[in-house]
């Protein structure tokens, strides 16, 4: 049990674009979903958390109008880039949270994300 | 404040020898959860551990080990019999009970060598 997936696993697209990963817990409602970015050799930065049907909060020195998180219901929240650039190539990572007595974060497998 | 401190950020052994990875962490929480995660070359994570501070009991899953001091506020993660399949980078994590977020060490790469 407690499968996140995200979609797509990797996507390639040219500065300027934007682009929308999705999160979805595939067997539990996801009260709480979070996104981290990972650059190459570094560890989980956390971006932002988000609650279903509110707004998400951001960490500090990331950037709420080029990252835009929409956590609409209980087993989606998406994350899209906006105006991308070659600087946000990285890897996504998403995970989630039934707010479980055990805290623990459910991990998705991750979206690779290079900017040409 | 929370912290995760993985000093080492490689590791090389050859196969069949065991190595430990270290994990020292920071917290103000009385109540908190530890994590181990494993991260192959697909980047997926995958969880090995969670041990909550209140039970400082080792663990032992088949060649993997974990060690918890909270007197030294560490949780050393032990692979005995190394494997090929072993090489991987290697969080620990901290989660405080006020609230859900991870916080994640920097992470041990570590190479087996057949």
């Known amino acids: 049990g407690a499968v996140v997936s995200q979609h797509p696993s990797w996507v390639i697209c040219k500065s300027g674009t934007s682009v929308k990963i999705e999160c979805r817990s595939l067997d539990f409602q996801a009260t709480t979903m979070f996104w981290y970015r990972q650059f190459p050799k570094q560890s989980l930065m956390l971006m932002a958390t988000s609650n279903e049907g509110s707004k998400a909060t951001y960490e500090q020195g990331v950037e709420k109008d080029k990252f835009l998180i929409n956590h609409a219901s209980l087993t989606l929240s998406t994350l899209t880039v906006t105006s991308a650039h070659p600087e946000d190539s990285s890897f996504y990572i998403c995970?989630?949270?039934?707010?479980?007595?055990?805290?623990?974060?459910?991990f998705g497998p991750g979206t690779r994300l290079t900017v040409l | 404040a929370q912290k995760v401190t993985q000093a080492q950020t490689e590791i090389s052994v050859v196969e069949k020898e065991d190595v430990t990875l270290d994990c020292v962490y920071e917290t103000r929480d009385t109540t908190y959860y530890l994590f181990w995660y494993k991260q192959p070359p697909s980047g997926e994570l995958v969880f090995l551990i969670r041990?909550?501070?209140?039970?400082?009991q080792n663990e032992i899953s088949g060649r993997y080990s974990w060690n918890f001091q909270k007197s030294t506020s560490s949780f050393n993660f032990t692979i005995t019999a190394s494997q090929v399949v072993d090489s991987a980078v290697y969080f620990c994590a901290l989660t405080p009970n006020t609230g859900n977020q991870f916080y994640f060490g920097t992470g041990t790469s570590l190479t087996v060598i057949p």
């Open positions: 995970s989630a949270t039934s707010g479980s007595l055990y805290n623990e974060q459910f």
């Open positions: 041990r909550n501070s209140f039970d400082e």
